[in-house]
């Protein structure tokens, strides 16, 4: 069981930064593949990048290639997203949910645990 609590979220202006923080419980989070997925209102959830155990490879949609940055460090149990270059279209509840195993990690179904999601706003 892993349980995933994320954070910073807010109201940003066009052209801003962010960073979110997602910490994981367990002793066992070095062993799970993590993303970030987000939401808008009345949109399905989509993919936005993902991160394999290590953190040797890092997955993007191509909407935030280069605007966005994914990392995280196991001896904190917790995984990051920077985004920079923030648009209105970004707005939505950003989630990092985690995979054992994955075959394909833009998948939401391949993903075991979610958290509750931090809210993020681009707005002037």
């Known amino acids: 069981q892993v349980q995933l609590v994320e954070s910073g979220g807010g109201l940003v202006q066009p052209g801003g930064s962010l960073r979110l923080s997602c910490a994981a419980s367990g002793r066992t989070f070095g062993n799970y593949g993590m993303g970030w997925f987000r939401q808008a209102p009345r949109r399905e959830r989509e993919f936005v990048a993902a991160?394999?155990?290590?953190?040797?490879?890092?997955y993007y949609a191509n909407s935030v290639k280069g605007r966005f940055t994914i990392s995280r460090d196991n001896a904190k149990n917790t995984v990051y997203l920077q985004m920079n270059s923030l648009q209105p279209e970004d707005t939505a509840v950003y989630s990092c949910?985690?995979?054992?195993?994955?075959?394909?990690?833009?998948?939401?179904?391949?993903?075991?645990?979610w958290g509750q999601g931090t809210q993020v706003t681009v707005s002037s």
């Open positions: 949910p985690a995979a054992f195993s994955w075959k394909t990690p833009t998948c939401g179904t391949d993903y075991a645990y």
């Open positions: 991160i394999t155990t290590r953190g040797g490879n890092t």
